[in-house]
């Protein structure tokens, strides 16, 4: 994969700089509000607060990230981008010179709270949650949303056409949520270079992601052509930051000149420069040119100023207790884990609702291998062509075709008929775990008979059950272990709930360590009462006798 | 739905290599751990009971959950003595079945390696045979590939189903791949269990 940042087109570049510089220069002559404390003066000596230091130091330190074109990248060792001329224009306003550090999603609040930059402009969402962790500068800059993207082919237009389909998504979104909501078969990937090249590949189809991170890829010619937006959902405004604790009026100088650069046009013309969509910004242009946002006092009007985006997630009556458990486990022996499907309300939901599917799932798939098993052994046995050949068959492409293609198959025909539910799904799960092992199990007694009546012994089913027991069992057995692969078709059984939950709460190890032990439990429990029945069968068969 | 055929069925047999590139590395490793496990069963005391509670406890794991937890439970990279091991989807699949076939491997070995105490022979020489079954079981097993975005042949099958329009198209599509695996496998099927009676005729002549 090439660097994405050379991609971006030079001369667009080099357009948009110039007219931060023009910008900036404007600016500079024309910043009134805030008189300039002049380095070396007794003001600066100890600086009362971020402003103060920032205009004593004659410099703004922005922390940027250097991966994200066409909003922050790198060319040579020059930052280049749409978020560097808005900080460009920024310090421009305050009379100083912006100084550029590289932040990333993970570390930029932290850098900007512990001092090491005084402002982080940083392709970052403003959160009610993160209200508390830095001083967010208003207005908004920019508003991205989620955007599902796929194969131009695919006929989905809205979230409602998400239901039973597979939508790729890197984990610890939010956003995650409300597509396992809507019934999306979530698949995992750990960052976004990875989605993106698994929908490149073919290897899936839809994928949800910021519609920022899109924005390049759609620059592409290759990705445009086999890709479009399918549609977008939750908006999330974009906030520059500075610290809490003393940058109170930095904030305020710097959201007075962002609501100037939006009211003139200048942000949109930058982000036109630069290949960002402008939809957002066309309107925070008509809101900042007209009243009530003319006045001084808009800043602070919420008819001017879009509230933070509530993205946390409603916690569950014993949240707290779960994470002093978790703390608990950590302090004693030095293990970190992280209960997430105990601590919110929609992951509690899946998780129960995991388990009584997934128990739902395997109960049913013995019985139906039982059944299948004995169903198959009296056909293939059956005097009658006509009943023999067509079991045959089954069992010939029971035998050859991957389980996991056959779930799909009995899926398409269920959606065929018009039934698309969990439990209807639960059902066609059922019939074919019992189909691809109970034909196996009954070919195995069907044979048994057959050895017993060329040995001129009793052959009926009775007998051919008793003499295939094991394989039997080992049938059954293979079909627990194989009840995981339901989820393919939409069942909502716990691999499918635990995957959904890790989505969201971004955390995998021990919600996927937890699944495997829970399988692991149910096939012990199949696997033990297995072995009490053919124990009992060979007591039945000796009569008691030891 | 023809149309698409001229485009799909290449992509669908060069996935079907995918689908045997991870079983045969999946029987390897199988053969790899299992053999040594099937001695060490052998032995008495506590190495063979600890070989018999490890091989218990990977036959209990699903394949498929075992395939998701690979992936998103251990970390992206893991070190291997001088080697960075990268857990990507493809090895994810590779390591889940790799455990079923150490299972398979050992229980086998073992009752191979028992028969032919025994004297019996042919019972153990039909070991080989049963191993080139299990490879084959494999290779559809390995369609659970599809689950985490490795691109096999149920992979391919998928993509071009979403790309068709209309169930009828969809549903034929899905009976073509049906009827080709069936006719691969039973073919397999057909070749090994030939191979089988002859050997068995061969070993009674003997």
Redesign the interface.
């Known amino acids: 994969m090439p660097e994405p940042g050379r991609r971006c087109g030079r001369a667009a570049r080099r357009a948009a700089a110039g007219a931060a510089m023009a910008l900036a220069t404007l600016l500079a002559a024309a910043q009134p509000r805030v008189a300039p404390a002049a380095a070396g003066s007794s003001a600066c000596a100890a600086p009362a607060d971020a402003l103060a230091r920032v205009r004593c130091g004659g410099e703004l330190r922005v922390g940027v990230r250097n991966d994200y074109p066409p909003f922050a990248a790198r060319d040579g060792d020059t930052p280049v981008g749409f978020e560097i001329d808005l900080a460009r224009a920024l310090a421009a306003g305050l009379g100083v010179r912006p100084v550029f550090s590289t932040v990333t999603p993970a570390n930029r609040i932290a850098t900007v709270g512990e001092g090491r930059v005084d402002l982080v402009l940083a392709t970052m969402g403003h959160t009610v949650a993160r209200d508390g962790e830095a001083r967010f500068v208003r207005p908004h800059y920019y508003q991205s949303r989620t955007v599902v993207v796929g194969d131009r082919r695919r006929a989905i237009t809205a979230m409602a056409g998400v239901a039973g389909q597979t939508v790729c998504v890197t984990v610890g979104n939010n956003t995650n949520a409300e597509l396992a909501e809507r019934g999306a078969r979530l698949m995992l990937f750990a960052n976004v270079q990875q989605l993106v090249d698994q929908l490149e590949s073919g290897a899936c189809s839809l994928a949800a992601q910021d519609d920022s991170l899109f924005a390049f890829h759609f620059l592409r010619p290759a990705f445009a052509a086999r890709h479009d937006v399918k549609f977008g959902f939750s908006p999330l405004p974009w906030g520059m930051a500075v610290r809490s604790e003393d940058g109170a009026a930095l904030a305020e100088a710097l959201g007075h000149t962002l609501r100037g650069l939006h009211a003139d046009g200048t942000l949109l013309r930058l982000a036109r420069a630069h290949g960002v969509d402008t939809a957002f910004l066309e309107r925070e242009q008509a809101r900042w040119s007209a009243p009530p946002c003319l006045d001084e006092a808009a800043l602070a009007d919420p008819r001017c100023v879009a509230a933070p985006h509530d993205n946390r997630l409603q916690p569950t009556p014993f949240a707290a207790e779960v994470a002093r458990f978790e703390a608990w486990v950590k302090a004693r022996w030095d293990v970190e884990m992280t209960l997430a499907m105990l601590k919110t309300r929609i992951a509690l939901d899946l998780f129960l609702q995991g388990i009584v599917f997934s128990l739902l799932l395997v109960a049913g798939a013995v019985l139906a291998t039982v059944g299948t098993s004995l169903a198959f052994a009296a056909g293939l046995g059956a005097s009658s062509r006509w009943l023999r050949w067509p079991l045959r068959l089954l069992l010939m492409t029971a035998q050859s075709t991957p389980l996991v293609l056959l779930m799909l198959f009995a899926g398409l025909l269920a959606s065929a008929w018009g039934a698309s539910s969990a439990l209807t799904a639960l059902a066609t799960a059922i019939v074919v775990l019992g189909l691809f092992n109970g034909s196996n199990g009954g070919q195995a007694i069907a044979e048994a008979r057959a050895a017993l009546r060329r040995a001129g012994a009793p052959a009926g089913l009775r007998d051919g059950v008793m003499h295939a027991r094991a394989q039997l069992a080992a049938f059954v057995v293979n079909a627990t272990r194989g009840s995981p692969a339901a989820s393919i078709i939409g069942v909502p059984e716990l691999l499918s709930a635990q995957t959904d939950i890790a989505s969201f709460s971004a955390e995998r190890t021990t919600t996927f360590t937890l699944l495997l032990l829970f399988y692991m439990a149910v096939v012990s429990v199949v696997v033990a009462l297995g072995q009490r029945w053919q124990a009992r069968l060979a007591e039945a068969d000796t009569g008691g006798a030891p | 739905m023809t149309e698409v055929l001229p485009e799909f069925l290449p992509r669908f047999v060069a996935a079907l290599g995918v689908n045997v590139g991870i079983a045969a590395a999946a029987v390897a490793c199988g053969l790899l751990v299992g053999l040594p496990l099937a001695a060490a069963r052998l032995l008495p005391g506590w190495a063979g009971r600890t070989a018999s509670a490890l091989v218990a406890?990977l036959?209990?794991?699903?394949?498929?959950?075992?395939m998701?937890?690979l992936l998103?439970?251990l970390p992206?990279g893991i070190a291997l003595g001088p080697w960075q091991l990268a857990m990507t989807?493809w090895l994810s699949v590779v390591l889940s079945l790799a455990i079923y076939a150490t299972a398979y491997v050992c229980d086998n070995a073992l009752e191979a390696a028992q028969q032919w105490r025994r004297g019996s022979r042919l019972a153990a020489m039909l070991f080989p045979m049963g191993l080139v079954r299990a490879f084959f079981v494999m290779v559809?097993?390995?369609?659970?590939g599809?689950?985490?975005?490795?691109?096999e042949?149920?992979?391919?099958?998928?993509?071009q189903?979403?790309?068709l329009d209309g169930?009828g198209a969809?549903?034929a599509l899905?009976?073509l791949?049906?009827a080709m695996?069936?006719l691969?496998?039973?073919g397999v099927?057909a070749l090994i269990e030939r191979l089988r009676r002859r050997l068995v005729a061969r070993m009674a002549g003997a």
């Open positions: 406890l036959r209990s794991a699903p394949t498929f959950v075992v998701f937890f998103n439970a992206r989807p559809l097993s390995s369609g659970f599809a689950a985490v975005g490795v691109i042949a149920t992979t391919v099958t998928l993509r189903l979403e790309a169930t969809r549903l899905m009976a791949v049906v695996f069936v691969l496998f039973q099927y």
